[in-house]
């Protein structure tokens, strides 16, 4: 099952050999900086506001079949802080 966000909603999209990737905020902007700041609210150079809690973190994380799948996930928005990450398997 693949979760992105959408206008603030969780929404579900079945999908199979889904995993976990975290990524950190700092290398992001580095390496994607405008992209990062079209889709997420930059707070400095370390930190960005999750799209669904609007708390600052250090790290993003999504689900893909693979890395290169994770970071465009995470570089179009799709990206949540390790709380809301939590919260959302969990509530599967």
């Known amino acids: 099952m693949l979760l992105c966000i959408i206008d603030g909603d969780i929404m579900e999209k079945k999908e199979k050999n889904l995993k976990p990737f975290t990524f950190n905020v700092t290398e992001l902007l580095k390496k994607y900086k405008k992209r990062m700041e079209k889709n997420y609210d930059v707070s400095n150079?370390?930190?960005?506001?999750?799209?669904?809690?609007?708390?600052?973190?250090?790290?993003?994380?999504?689900?893909?079949?693979?890395?290169?799948?994770?970071?465009?996930?995470?570089?179009?928005?799709?990206?949540?802080?390790?709380?809301?990450?939590?919260?959302?398997?969990?509530?599967?």
């Open 45 to 92: 150079s370390e930190e960005v506001k999750c799209p669904s809690c609007n708390w600052e973190t250090t790290t993003l994380t999504t689900q893909a079949k693979n890395e290169k799948e994770a970071l465009e996930r995470v570089l179009n928005g799709e990206g949540l802080c390790d709380e809301c990450f939590v919260e959302m398997i969990s509530d599967m």
